[in-house]
C-alpha cells in the first residue's frame, strides 16, 4: 500500500515537473487578463491550449494523488470551455428574468426593461447618449452575476427618438460579435423594418431624387443645378 502511494505521488511530481513551463506562461496570461479593463464575457474563441493544458495537468496530478473532487473540478473546468467555444449556453446557469430586470433598472440612462420572450432583454434608454454598443455592454456586466450571459440577447432601444434611425433597436447577445446568435438561439426581428430594409429604401430614395428634374421657378433643370436649362 505504501509503496502504491509513493508511486501515485513520483507520477504527480513528474507530471508537475514537466509542465511547469505551460503554468506558468498561463499563469502569466491570467494575471495580464485581470489588469485589462472590465469586459463582457466572451464566448464562440477557440480553445485557449496553456490553459487547456494547465486544466490537464491539473486533472492528472489530482487523480495521481487522490483527489478526485480536484479532478472532477478540471474537468468541468475543461468541458465548460469547450462549451463556450461551441456557443452553448450553460443551462445549469440560467439568470433568474425578476432579478435581471432589478439589476438593469438600476444602470444609468434605463427608463424601462422588459422580457420580450425567455431570451431577448428589451432596453429603453432616455436619449442617443445611451443608445450604443457600449450601453449593451454595460447591461451584461450587470447580469453576469446572476447566471450564465450566453443565453441573453440585449435590444437597446432610444424611448426619445424622434426620427426613424434613431428608433432602430441595437441588438447583441451578451457574449458574440453583432448578428451572432448562440447555439439554437434564433434571431428575432424586434424593428416593424429591420436595419437592412430601411438601408436599401435610404438609397432607392437618393437615388430617385438625384434623377428628378430640378425646378428654377418657369424653369426646369435635369440632372441638377449647374446644367443646362430649358421653359417648363
Avoid at 450564465?148 to 457574449?175: F, P, Y
Avoid at 448578428?179 to 430601411?198: M, N, Y
Wanted: aromatic share 2%; glycine share 8%; charged share 25%.
Amino acid at each position: 500500500m505504501k509503496n502504491g502511494i509513493c508511486a501515485h505521488r513520483a507520477v504527480a511530481q513528474a507530471i508537475i515537473a514537466s509542465s511547469s513551463t505551460v503554468m506558468v506562461n498561463a499563469c502569466g496570461r491570467e494575471a495580464e487578463d485581470k489588469r485589462a479593463p472590465s469586459w463582457p464575457q466572451q464566448a464562440g474563441q477557440p480553445l485557449d491550449p496553456a490553459k487547456t493544458a494547465v486544466h490537464i495537468v491539473g486533472a492528472h496530478v489530482a487523480a495521481a494523488t487522490g483527489n478526485q473532487k480536484g479532478a472532477e473540478t478540471h474537468v468541468r473546468e475543461i468541458v465548460g470551455d469547450m462549451r463556450r467555444s461551441a456557443r452553448v449556453p450553460d443551462v445549469t446557469r440560467p439568470i433568474n428574468r425578476e432579478s435581471a430586470l432589478a439589476a438593469v433598472r438600476t444602470l444609468p440612462g434605463v427608463r424601462s426593461v422588459i422580457w420580450m420572450d425567455r431570451e431577448n432583454l428589451v432596453v429603453m434608454v432616455d436619449g442617443q447618449g445611451h443608445h450604443s454598443v457600449a450601453k449593451i455592454d454595460e447591461v451584461c456586466l450587470a447580469l453576469e452575476p446572476l447566471g450564465d450571459t450566453l443565453a441573453v440577447v440585449v435590444n437597446v432601444q432610444d424611448a426619445t427618438a424622434t426620427n426613424g434611425d434613431e428608433a432602430m433597436t441595437l441588438s447583441r447577445n451578451c457574449q458574440l460579435p453583432e448578428g451572432q446568435r448562440a447555439a439554437f438561439q434564433k434571431k428575432r426581428q424586434v424593428d416593424v423594418v429591420d436595419r437592412e430594409t430601411r438601408a436599401s429604401r435610404s438609397i432607392s430614395v437618393l437615388k430617385a431624387r438625384q434623377r428628378a428634374p430640378v425646378q428654377r421657378g418657369l424653369f426646369f433643370c435635369r440632372g441638377g443645378a449647374g446644367h443646362l436649362c430649358g421653359k417648363a
